[in-house]
């Protein structure tokens, strides 16, 4: 990387952004970036720098570079004094957040380590879910070019084994523990600092610390609270089939990848009888099949069906745009209704600075990050210091069931075999 | 032998004789194709408890399923192929020129976009289920399983045997059916017995693609839920842990082992066809009070082929979609030259390379001429993933730097269309070396050219028509190419397809809409360069 002294010509950070990165206090990578932002700042910079230090960071009209409004929209971390965590840093907002939500806690991305060079992410997620979240890490640190591959997750996970120790992935991030699971397995993932798999409860990282989950989804059973109370949606999976009062009034959606995966963790925690009885009680109740789990979610508010199975954010999606529809949303407690399945990051034993590597995945875990992905994408954050929308239990009220390995989800074969046996097309 | 039916006047005297020269390229292009298999064998050899899998009882039903839906896919699409092209070709069927271009526009539409609007349209709760209901019809059969499978692949690749057809009847000799008909031949006997030799190598070629494309593709069985050969190595690919790349591998080579037994049986057909060294046109045939009745059937598969996708895609465009994060998947037109970029080299490519193997199989009855020729065709069969995952094996093991810093994935992915779609060039271009009379270049030479000036002078410009039909052809298929895109593509290098896949993939159905109808665009003209020069010896 050249280091060269002016720097006007880098891009700006798009002023929906929050504050860009000028940490004062350390020197080093971050020079640069310091640099850059006294020159765009001119007299804006003064206010910005004062923000650093203090908590009482004047609004975010003043941080941006240009002068010009920087998304004002409440949620930003300019108001967060209050919050806790104690965070003498503002947090940022990836995005155009939530009106009435409080600032996140947990670690603004201006105390974590800069990043900088060129970081190859390998993304199981889609650009749709992550595309806004890597931009504004990449346009935080000038220094840093972040070239992402999309792709499935499970083809990316074949790619890093297929090209071997010349692969260009540093890091690997992944729409389920399972591909994660793998890539662990074939001894291709390196060891994450415990400063950032500390950051994240233990059932959801890598006992052996080489991946951690970054956002998580939680198996739920949305309902019509015109048709039912919340006390007569079963605690327990297996009460449904003998509940006559849905008969005809359920659907799932059997071809989608996350009620595969739920079916899977009846199969492990359960057996394939058990399962299989399930299964079957459902036809014999008359559930309906829908094409997916959004499609349930809006059958439900619309009263064609009064409950059903689905991940809890289409529920939140369908509230989004609909904040009156009747639909709420219920757990089971402790089986394999209640599964909380993880998206997360992994780095790559052949990345060219794993200690850089790491360093990006942290930045997934940041107040802003999680703030992210539980206002936009609805789902869970992972950390407990960010709440998750809506009336929706914080992570730690949940109640997943216990001693289940979530790479074995991934084991969808068998699966398959059991739905197609008794019956279900997918 | 495949060229038996070239008689020897027309090949000149080459014979039996091999030049050396072309030998060698032809070969060269055939053993650059077949490379990558080198990998998918080792990786085959690699896998372990394999013997387990292929004599596992799902694994012997998938197969047969999957020979059933390509045996039942290849005859729809003859039973459709060849009657649209005679209506088109031969008879005075009403809008005969509208129903030319319709009747092949099929073949733009890629078949997981097909297979999605059917399963959209006359799925549970589908779009258009309600538009039946005032035709009285209220239950429809389920879309889902063999009948959907076989529905929307045959819609959508039928085509490959209508437009093959259609040029075998242009550049055939009408004035034999008219010869028969005056030897008191009823209209159908004279179709029998003059019309279907002279036709039979090209409807065995046009099924051939249409064989090949159905026993490699994942998408649409996938969607319509059926289980075919293709989702047992989907199944074992996803299991990474037990060593799926492998077992794809092998499975692979089972498709593979599938493929040599389709190239026999359609060496065998083509081989008895009959060629002749006159074109000239027959009378129309009059259909008499079956014009209109043909009009609705050609009016009936046309809307169904592609008023369906199109609707689904207009509802889609019209609605929007129910997705999140649709700021960072803005459409840009450069997407558009992406494709239409990496498409065009590839035809380019794959002209050039099917230009020695065509001549040499055309020009040849030689074993090692037909091995050269039908060799070009295997990379067709094993699924783009695992193409792609060969071609990433031999970047990264041999790119050193230039892979990691991804500027050779480009070229990788060139050659990987290249691999795949080779034989659709090659099939065209030997088709318009054979109609070309060996004996012109014989005469260029007594004239004082050399082999290679004769070659490029007289027989080029000649065949040069078949060449542009093959690009085009290969064009077209690269467009709606997806899986090994996907393996290959640069970081942030986005074509039609791979947004199609991405806003698609997180439920922005909405913003799918318009790069699908850019892409059906964009194809549509290819199709319009293929039309037009077919049976071009006619005129």
Redo the contacts between chains.
């Keep these: 990387m050249t280091d060269e002294p002016h720097a006007t010509d880098e891009p700006q950070p798009s002023s929906r952004l929050g504050r860009p990165k000028s940490n004062v206090q350390r020197d080093g990578p971050s020079r640069r970036t310091r640099r850059r932002f006294l020159a765009l700042a001119g007299s804006a910079g003064a206010a910005a720098l004062a923000g650093c230090n203090a908590s009482q960071a004047p609004g975010p009209q003043s941080e941006s570079p240009t002068g010009t409004d920087a998304d004002g929209d409440g949620g930003d971390g300019s108001d967060g004094s209050s919050a806790d965590g104690g965070s003498g840093d503002p947090v940022g907002q990836v995005?155009s957040g939530r009106e009435g939500r409080p600032a996140p806690g947990g670690t603004p991305m201006s105390e974590m380590p800069d990043l900088s060079g060129t970081v190859?992410v390998y993304s199981g997620r889609?650009?749709?879910?992550v595309?806004?979240l890597v931009?504004y890490i990449e346009d935080l640190y000038p220094d840093l070019n972040l070239?992402?591959?999309?792709?499935?997750s499970?083809?990316l996970?074949?790619?890093i084994?297929?090209?071997?120790q010349?692969?260009?992935a540093d890091v690997f991030y992944s729409v389920n523990a399972g591909?994660l699971?793998?890539l662990a397995?074939?001894d291709r993932a390196a060891e994450l600092p415990e400063g950032v798999l500390e950051l994240v409860r233990g059932e959801f990282r890598d006992p052996g610390g080489q991946w951690v989950g970054t956002s998580g989804r939680a198996r739920t059973v949305p309902y019509n609270t015109e048709a039912f109370s919340e006390s007569e949606i079963p605690d327990d999976i297996f009460a449904f089939p003998d509940a006559s009062r849905f008969e005809d009034e359920m659907g799932w959606a059997p071809?989608y990848g996350s009620f595969q995966a739920f079916v899977t963790a009846m199969r492990i925690l359960n057996g394939e009888e058990a399962t299989r009885e399930w299964l079957q009680g459902m036809l014999d109740l008359g559930i309906q099949?829908?094409?997916?789990e959004?499609?349930i979610s809006q059958a439900i508010a619309d009263g064609e069906i009064a409950a059903g199975f689905a991940n809890h954010y289409y529920i939140q999606?369908v509230l989004d745009?609909r904040p009156d529809a009747p639909l709420a949303t219920a757990f089971t407690e402790g089986d394999a209704g209640a599964v909380f399945n993880v998206a997360g990051a992994a780095v790559v034993d052949t990345a060219d600075d794993t200690d850089m590597a790491a360093n990006f995945v942290r930045h997934l875990l940041s107040a802003e990050a999680q703030e992210y992905f539980a206002t936009?994408?609805?789902e869970y954050p992972l950390i407990p210091d960010v709440e998750p929308v809506g009336a929706l239990p914080t992570i730690d009220e949940l109640n997943p069931p216990q001693g289940l390995d979530l790479s074995e989800l991934?084991?969808?074969?068998p699966t398959?075999?059991l739905l197609r046996d008794v019956g279900i097309?997918? | 032998m495949a060229t038996r039916s070239v008689p020897a006047v027309l090949r000149g005297g080459e014979g039996r004789e091999l030049p050396l020269g072309l030998t060698l390229l032809a070969g060269a292009v055939a053993a650059v194709v077949l490379s990558p298999l080198v990998w998918v064998l080792a990786s085959a050899l690699e896998a372990s408890g394999w013997l387990d899998l292929v004599t596992r009882p799902?694994t012997v039903r998938v197969f047969v399923n999957s020979a059933l839906l390509v045996g039942l896919v290849t005859g729809a699409s003859i039973a459709l192929g060849v009657p649209m092209a005679y209506l088109t070709v031969r008879t005075d069927l009403p809008a005969r020129r509208s129903f030319t271009v319709l009747l092949a526009m099929p073949l733009v539409i890629p078949s997981y976009i097909g297979a999605f609007a059917f399963?959209s349209a006359f799925?549970?709760?589908g779009e258009l289920r309600d538009l039946l209901v005032p035709l009285g019809i209220e239950q429809l059969p389920?879309i889902?399983?063999l009948f959907g499978a076989t529905l929307v692949l045959t819609l959508y690749t039928y085509p490959y045997v209508y437009i093959t057809t259609r040029a075998s009847l242009k550049s055939m000799d009408g004035r034999l059916v008219d010869a028969a008909r005056t030897l008191q031949h009823t209209r159908w006997e004279a179709f029998k017995r003059v019309t279907v030799p002279q036709i039979k190598p090209a409807v065995a070629a046009g099924s051939l693609l249409t064989a090949l494309y159905t026993l490699s593709d994942f998408g649409t069985p996938a969607i319509m839920?059926f289980d075919a050969f293709t989702r047992v190595i989907f199944?074992e690919?996803?299991?990474?842990?037990g060593g799926?790349?492998d077992l794809a591998a092998l499975l692979s080579l089972q498709l593979v082992a599938v493929t040599f037994v389709i190239l026999a049986v359609e060496s065998r057909v083509r081989g008895s066809g009959v060629e002749t060294d006159r074109t000239a046109k027959g009378s129309t045939v009059r259909l008499g009070r079956w014009r209109w009745p043909a009009f609705g059937l050609c009016a009936a598969l046309a809307a169904l082929a592609l008023l369906v996708p199109l609707a689904i895609l207009g509802l889609w465009l019209v609605r929007g979609g129910?997705?999140?994060?649709?700021?960072?998947?803005a459409f840009r037109p450069s997407y558009a030259l992406n494709s239409v970029g990496v498409a065009a080299i590839a035809a380019v490519v794959a002209a050039c390379c099917a230009l020695p193997v065509a001549y040499l199989s055309a020009r040849s009855d030689a074993s090692l001429a037909w091995l050269i020729e039908r060799a070009t065709y295997v990379g067709y069969a094993v699924p783009g993933?695992v193409m792609g995952?060969a071609l990433?094996?031999f970047g990264?093991?041999y790119?050193?730097a230039l892979?990691?810093?991804?500027l050779i994935l480009l070229p990788l992915l060139i050659f990987a269309y290249v691999v795949r779609f080779l034989p659709q060039a090659v099939g065209s271009t030997r088709a318009s070396f054979l109609s070309v009379s060996g004996t012109l270049p014989e005469a260029a030479r007594t004239l004082g050219r050399t082999p290679t000036r004769a070659f490029r002078d007289v027989v080029l410009p000649l065949v040069a028509p078949g060449v542009l039909g093959g690009a085009a052809l290969v064009f077209l298929t690269t467009m709606k190419e997806l899986p090994a895109t996907?393996?290959l593509r640069p970081?942030?290098f986005k074509t039609l397809v791979t947004y199609i896949w991405?806003?698609q993939?997180?439920?922005?159905y909405g913003l799918a809409a318009v790069p699908a109808l850019v892409l059906l665009g964009v194809s549509a003209v290819s199709m319009l360069v293929i039309l037009y020069v077919e049976g071009y010896d006619v005129e």
């Design positions: 995005g190859d889609g650009e749709a879910l595309g806004a931009e070239r992402v591959r999309y792709g499935g499970t083809d996970v074949n790619t084994l297929t090209e071997g010349n692969s260009p591909s699971g793998a397995e074939r071809s099949s829908y094409s997916d959004f499609a999606r745009g936009t994408t609805f991934a084991d969808i074969g398959i075999e097309s997918v | 799902t399963v799925g549970p709760r389920s889902y399983g839920r199944v690919y996803n299991d990474v842990l799926g790349r129910g997705g999140i994060g649709a700021e960072s998947l993933v995952l990433v094996f990264a093991r790119g050193g892979y990691k810093q991804g996907l393996l970081p942030e991405t806003a993939q997180s439920g922005h």
